[in-house]
Structure formats: structure tokens, C-alpha cells
């Protein structure tokens, strides 16, 4: 018999393109899949969207459960997952028809693969793609291959298949948080993962939608510093290869110059405040982390110096260029 292929699908408040979601899920090429739809309390039509679904598909659960945050949601989902694969999806994106199919042939073929990953390409509002191909020919890499490359990858979630076991095994859940959980629940994934095979195909299209909480300019984007605390404290329980450290030393930085874009684009004086001072107490100790981190992403490193010394300009710039 054929794997079972647990899709974990959070949903809230996404009316507008839930079906074309839904759709791109029960029409994969690969047939064997639990598809656990977990309504994380909308106040919209998606809730009756997945309950239609639900009835058209004997594959579909639909759990409704109070709002909670997409992490909840997703934690539910594993708790409920009998599938010996998962596949973490957001309901506002799409996957390539044979997605699945083709990720799960990585596993056949591959029998000490504990995580295969793909391209993916972004879909905007107005229709346009950008392909995000950075991962250039099929290969099989060890996990020590894999830290040295992570870094260049931004962690969308539909573009990977987890072992279930291992997630069972390490209790791995999603940490309470708003943004960078995504993140977080991968670095924590990959320390456990002693294979990767990496897929130069898209598999999945990532779509930028307008007044998303990934492209919300706010204090929830102090999340993905709270982020690293989580994956910090995490990691002491462990013995880390050298390979590791450095990897979350790399991302670390670039995580730090994605919050300088949000701290400038921020409108509100009080948010803006309160970002400002974490941004500067949390970068305080650039040049130990760019130590640890090694030369790999020393351009961020650099513009990070830079960006912390005039970031009182780069506001000011911000406010002039919004008022005209």
C-alpha cells in the first residue's frame, strides 16, 4: 500500500481564494493523502467553504476550533496526523499538481531521506510569478551538506515533506507565536534530520496577498526575534555540530535586517519605539554573531552595521517619502 500523506492546512479568514487552494490539494496526481483542514475560527464563508469540501471529498477533515493562531492550528493537525508524511500548507497558496507525487518518490527511492524540499515561486496580487530557484539540480546531502545552503532558502512551508516520526518522536510543535514559527519549527526539524534530498522543481506557489501578517509592518514582527529565544533555549537541551551553530548564527542576521525594514516601514510612533529598542538591544553584539556566523553572510553583516548607525536617517527618509 501506498504511503499516507497527512496535508495539514490551517484556515482562517480566507474566503477569497480558499478554493483555489482546496482544489490544488484534492487534485494531486498522488491519491493517498489525510487532508486535515483545521478552521481556526473564521469569522468569514471559509468555514463553510471547508464544510462543502468536506462533503464532496471523503479525504477532508475539518475541525472548527476557536481562534488560536496559525500555530495551534498547525499543532493540531499533528496531534491528529496519521499519515507517515507531513505537509504543512497555507490556505491562501497553491501547489503544483504533482507536488506530492514527486516528493514522495525523493522518500521511495531514498530510504534514509528524512526530508525532501523543492523550489517554489511567488505569486502576486496582479498575477505576476517570481520563480525562487535556489536550489539548481537534484541532490541527495547530509545534513552537515544541508546547513552549509539553508541560509539561502527563505522557509515557505508547502515546499517540503517531513518524516512523521521524527516530529513524533522529538515532540516538535509550532511555538506561539505569530510570525518566524515557520522558521522556527524547520531549524528545530533539521537537527533531527540526518539526509535531505533537495529538488530543482517548483512544487509550490507561494502567494503575497495584501494585509497578510507576513507583510504586516508591526510589533507581531518582534515575533520572529522571540523566535530565536524559543530555538536558543531549544537547543541547549543538545549536543549541535559546528555546522549548526553557524547556521542559526546566519540566520540569525538576516532575520535582524528583515526587522530594520520593518521597523522603518512601521507608521505607528509607539510600535516604531518599542521595535527600535529591541532592534538595537538584540544587535548590540553584531560582530560575535558575525564570528560564529563566518564569512558566509558577511554583506548582511555589513549593512546591518551600517543600517544600525543611521537608523534614525532611514525613519526620517521613510516619513518624507510616505508624505509625498
Avoid: W
Wanted: hydrophobic letters at 40%; a positive charge.
Amino acid at each position: 500500500m501506498k504511503d499516507l500523506v497527512s496535508i495539514i492546512i490551517p484556515v482562517y479568514n480566507v474566503e477569497g481564494y480558499l478554493q483555489r487552494s482546496l482544489e490544488s490539494v484534492i487534485n494531486q496526481t498522488y491519491e493517498n493523502l489525510e487532508i486535515l483542514v483545521i478552521d481556526d475560527g473564521s469569522t468569514d464563508q471559509s468555514n463553510e467553504i471547508c464544510d462543502e469540501y468536506a462533503k464532496k471529498d471523503s479525504r477532508i477533515r475539518v475541525l472548527h476550533k476557536k481562534n488560536g493562531g496559525v500555530s495551534s492550528a498547525r499543532n493540531l493537525g499533528i496531534e491528529l496526523a496519521k499519515g507517515d508524511y507531513i505537509l504543512f500548507f497555507d490556505s491562501d497558496d497553491f501547489l503544483e499538481k504533482d507536488s506530492v507525487e514527486y516528493m514522495i518518490q525523493m522518500f521511495n527511492h531514498n530510504n534514509d531521506v528524512d526530508l525532501v524540499i523543492g523550489n517554489y515561486a511567488i505569486k502576486f496580487d496582479d498575477g505576476q510569478e517570481k520563480k525562487i530557484d535556489k536550489i539548481k539540480k537534484d541532490k541527495f546531502m547530509t545534513n552537515e551538506e544541508f546547513y552549509e545552503i539553508v541560509h539561502e532558502m527563505l522557509p515557505v512551508m508547502a515546499n517540503k515533506l517531513y518524516r512523521k516520526s521524527i516530529i513524533k518522536e522529538h515532540n516538535l510543535r509550532f511555538p506561539s507565536l505569530k510570525v518566524a514559527e515557520d522558521l522556527n519549527f524547520y531549524l528545530k526539524y533539521i537537527l533531527f534530520a540526518t539526509n535531505i534530498f533537495v529538488i530543482n522543481k517548483v512544487l509550490y506557489k507561494y502567494c503575497i496577498v495584501k494585509n497578510s501578517s507576513s507583510r504586516t509592518f508591526d510589533t507581531r514582527c518582534l515575533d520572529t526575534f522571540y523566535s530565536f529565544d524559543d530555538l536558543k533555549n531549544f537547543m541547549k537541551n543538545y549536543e549541535l555540530s559546528e555546522n549548526f551553530i553557524k547556521l542559526v548564527a546566519r540566520i540569525e542576521l538576516i532575520y535582524y535586517n528583515f526587522g530594520f525594514s520593518t521597523i522603518v516601514r512601521c507608521r505607528n510612533k509607539i510600535d516604531r519605539k518599542m521595535m527600535i529598542k529591541e532592534f538595537y538591544r538584540r544587535t548590540e553584539n553584531l560582530k560575535q554573531l558575525k564570528k560564529i556566523a563566518g564569512d558566509k553572510c558577511l554583506d548582511v553583516y555589513i549593512k546591518l552595521k551600517i543600517k544600525r548607525i543611521f537608523l534614525p536617517l532611514f525613519i526620517v527618509y521613510r516619513k518624507i517619502r510616505n508624505y509625498f
